[in-house]
């Protein structure tokens, strides 16, 4: 595959640099254009698009600073200046400038600059493309209208349009950053970058690196400065999986984030500043870990502006047959018949428990899919559960001592009770009575 040629347009007065940096960038195998003017440079711009703008701070007719914004929108943009101050290297950098330089310049210093600004700019290009092949191949993620999917999807619609910062409660498995990821795209942020850090995958200090970036020299194997995912996702949304996991160090360095909007990164003695909108989750209870002293209480009070429950999937059993024929449309999109699932496959489906929620249903069906091979019908032998008994509905029961008949009745009820969230007709079918005769049930067993 050919390496692609990058093209650099040089906005420098100084003819004499202006030439030694097209020179010099045109031996490293650049397409470089040259302007000494706006003026100039505008002419050029109209009939070519520049990967690299190389953008001296003082022009003959503007003044560069006030031409980031407009240039920083298509390309990577690079600040020369004689007069370095950091009042202009900060304006610069929120313009959207990718570095802000400080006349004389080596090569070595140019080289490494323009060739870390090329990669910015790949990087961000295939992010854009990717998160717009996935949004037109998937213009909907959340799957399920079961009342409490509902439920949940309005509470999403709501603080959506909002800037709160959300903690999403679940269990593992039960696709809180599928909820997650929908507030982003139901936001006014939707246009900028979602990024995600998972929490409990990164030891404390890779942690601060990843969230944070670090300087050039700020630990053993950071030999260049690194930009993180604070700042990836600038203008956007910062999704936290599993915040319970985070050290009580970076806790504070988050909280601060939340409450400034500021940063430092690992290394650094400057702030930085970032306008995300942070969305985190957690399986575990962050109320009970702050009441005992084991997560930053007012870190939690932050987090939980304002709070969400994703259901397990046994509390919306409802939404187990339109999920695994979702599962089962993204794999087989390109067959003119989809798969389909037998009457039987059907029934062990609903009334698996799910002990790994959507996620272990996704894995089920992938592996249905598999096992059926050319079959049109997903049946119940390709459909392997964890435990087969289970997966056609068996409960369980255990006594510590001898129980008369009616406490194993009662027991039972209760368990099934469960095993149903409540679902009156499921339950009465599974228990072999009436509606009616249910509801005599659980009054009599104090569950209605």
């Known amino acids: 595959m050919q390496t692609p040629v990058y093209t650099v347009l040089v906005i420098e007065d100084d003819l004499p640099l202006k030439m030694l940096i097209a020179q010099h960038l045109k031996s490293l195998g650049y397409n470089v254009l040259a302007a000494r003017s706006w003026k100039d440079a505008q002419a050029l ?239 575990r209870d962050l109320a009970g870990l702050a009441r005992e002293g084991k997560f930053r209480a007012d870190l939690y009070y932050r987090l939980s502006a304002f709070e969400l429950k994703v259901p397990p999937l046994r509390q919306r059993r409802e939404d187990i047959l339109a999920l695994a024929n979702h599962f089962i449309e993204k794999h087989d999109f390109s067959r003119r018949v989809l798969k389909k699932l037998s009457p039987a496959a059907e029934r062990a489906l609903i009334e698996y428990d799910w002990p790994g929620n959507v996620r272990e249903l996704r894995n089920v069906m992938e592996r249905a899919i598999i096992l059926s091979g050319n079959d049109g019908t997903i049946k119940l032998p390709h459909v392997t559960l964890p435990d087969a008994g289970q997966a056609r509905g068996a409960v369980t029961l255990s006594f510590e001592r001898e129980v008369k008949l009616e406490d194993v009745k009662r027991v039972y009820v209760e368990a099934m009770h469960r095993k149903y969230s409540g679902h009156r007709s499921r339950l009465a079918r599974a228990l072999g009575v009436s509606e009616r005769n249910l509801y005599r049930l659980l009054l009599k067993y104090g569950l209605e």
Not at 90 to 117: C, D, H, S, W
Not at 205 to 226: D, I, P
Not at 248 to 264: C, D, G, N, Y
């Open 45 to 283: 711009l109209e009939f070519n698009e520049p990967d690299l703008v190389i953008l001296d701070m003082r022009l003959p007719d503007a003044n560069g600073l006030d031409l980031i914004k407009e240039l920083a929108g298509g390309h990577a943009v690079i600040v020369l200046t004689a007069y370095g101050s950091i009042n202009n290297a900060v304006r610069a950098i929120k313009e959207g400038a990718f570095e802000y330089l400080t006349k004389p310049i080596t090569q070595e210093e140019l080289e490494m600059n323009v060739q870390r600004a090329i990669q910015n700019l790949v990087l961000k290009r295939d992010y854009v493309f990717v998160r717009d092949q996935q949004r037109a191949a998937r213009p909907g993620v959340v799957v399920g209208t079961s009342e409490a999917m509902n439920t949940l999807m309005g509470l999403v619609n709501a603080v959506a349009q909002s800037n709160a910062t959300v903690l999403i409660h679940g269990e593992s498995g039960a696709g809180k950053e599928i909820i997650a990821h929908e507030i982003h795209e139901r936001s006014p942020r939707a246009g900028r970058n979602y990024v995600a850090l998972d929490c409990c995958t990164l030891h404390e200090n890779l942690f601060e690196s990843e969230l944070f970036g670090h300087e050039r020299g700020a630990f053993t194997g950071a030999s260049t400065m690194k930009r993180g995912l604070a700042e990836a996702a600038d203008g956007g949304t910062l999704f936290l999986d599993e915040i319970g996991e985070i050290s009580p160090a970076a806790q504070a360095k988050l909280l601060r984030v939340i409450e400034t909007k500021q940063f430092r990164r690992v290394g650094g003695t400057g702030d930085l500043a970032a306008d995300v909108r942070i969305v985190a989750a957690t399986n």
